[in-house]
């Protein structure tokens, strides 16, 4: 390619912090929860790279085909990944992606299209590198770009921006749902800062859940409790399977397997329930125990995606003054699609 930055150019990056600064040098934009990649087209030729340097055509092929019909000739964008499923964003069908045979990457890509959201812009229509000028102008050109390139487009989007701490609040309510994974921050008067973070924090807040515990697994080997089986209620009042939490405290197991060996009663959980093993894990850690609908736990998780944690979360404590019927579904998922409204 003819373009002044290479195809291993490095991105810019965040450093994770406690607080987002704040100050009328710097600009908001949500953090969303894809996959970070550098678009690049020159002519004919176009080219997505991951955050690592990775090519990620292949994986994308509406993305490759969005890009080579947009007006202009040349470019080179910044920006994240993400696929909508519904009113959310899912970041298991983005994983499902980088799948070896073309022609299951084909197939997803026409049932549950990506899209690019769009936040920075390296190299113009006229083929000029923009990086050492400051984020102000290369948004400010972002943004003439994009009305030049994107308008009849449903593939692209620009990220919302923003100096009003109060429109940062509001996103961070929604964190953890829907695609919203936190908060970046960037200085306004600097230049791209490629490969390091001394122009991006990035801040990601942690958020607690109300859960049915609908059963547990022993530990390996052990006749004491291993991991809690986490359950939440859909509207029909059928309970599914939504994630687990294992960091029980030592000295609270053998207690607390007593209290739950007295609640096993099946079916446990009505709708979805734990799979059994998988490829890493024994035969024995595909076993679990089904409880009646007795006890509730807070835990505290990181994503909700597709109705259930994507990670194990954190055990906080048990919740004897809630309800187990409190602990729905509809409770995330109403705060998923109000974090997805912001793509």
């Known amino acids: 390619m003819a373009l002044p930055l290479p195809l291993d150019y490095p991105v810019m ?11 009328p040098q710097w600009q908001y934009e949500p953090k ?8 690049f087209k020159d002519g004919e030729d176009i080219a997505l790279r991951s955050k690592s340097g990775q090519p990620l055509e292949r994986y994308f092929p509406e993305i490759v085909d969005a890009i080579a019909a947009l007006t202009v000739t040349r470019c080179v964008f910044d920006g994240e990944l993400v696929v909508p499923v519904g009113e959310t964003m899912s970041f298991d069908e983005l994983l499902m992606r980088i799948h070896p045979a073309a022609s299951r990457v084909a197939k997803l890509s026409r049932e549950h299209p990506a899209r690019f959201i769009v936040f920075d812009l ?7 590198s923009l990086v050492d000028l400051p984020l102000e102008q290369r948004r400010s050109r972002l943004e003439a770009f994009a009305k030049r390139a994107f308008p009849r487009s449903a593939t692209f989007r620009l990220s919302t921006t923003t100096r009003n701490r109060a429109d940062v609040d509001a996103w961070l309510a929604s964190v953890g749902m829907g695609g919203l994974d936190g908060a970046v921050a960037k200085r306004i008067d600097l230049p791209y800062q490629s490969g390091l973070r001394t122009g991006m924090q990035k801040y990601k807040k942690l958020r607690t859940a109300d859960c049915v515990v609908g059963g547990f697994r022993y530990g390996s ?9 986490l359950g939440l209620f859909d509207d029909d009042g059928v309970l599914h399977h939504v994630g687990f939490t294992s960091n029980i405290p030592a000295v609270e197991r053998e207690p607390l ?17 734990p799979g059994g093993p998988s490829r890493w894990s024994s035969e024995r850690s595909g076993e679990w125990q ?3 609908t007795k006890l509730v736990v807070e835990v505290q998780y990181d994503y909700w995606n597709g109705e259930r944690f994507r990670h194990g979360t954190k055990f906080l404590r048990f919740r004897p003054d809630k309800s187990p019927r409190q ?4 409770q995330l998922r109403n705060e998923s699609q109000a974090a997805a409204a912001q793509a």
């Open 32 to 39: 969303w929860d894809g996959f970070r990649c550098l678009a």
């Open 221 to 229: 080997n052990s006749k004491v409790v291993g991991s809690l089986l």
């Open 290 to 292: 089904p409880l009646g």
């Open 13 to 23: 990056e965040a450093k994770l912090v406690a607080a987002l600064p704040e100050g």
């Open 257 to 273: 397997t007593r209290t739950l060996e007295s609640l096993i009663a099946a079916p446990g959980f009505t709708g979805r329930a």
């Open 327 to 330: 602990c729905t579904i509809a």
């Open 122 to 128: 390296l190299v113009d229509d006229e083929g000029r």
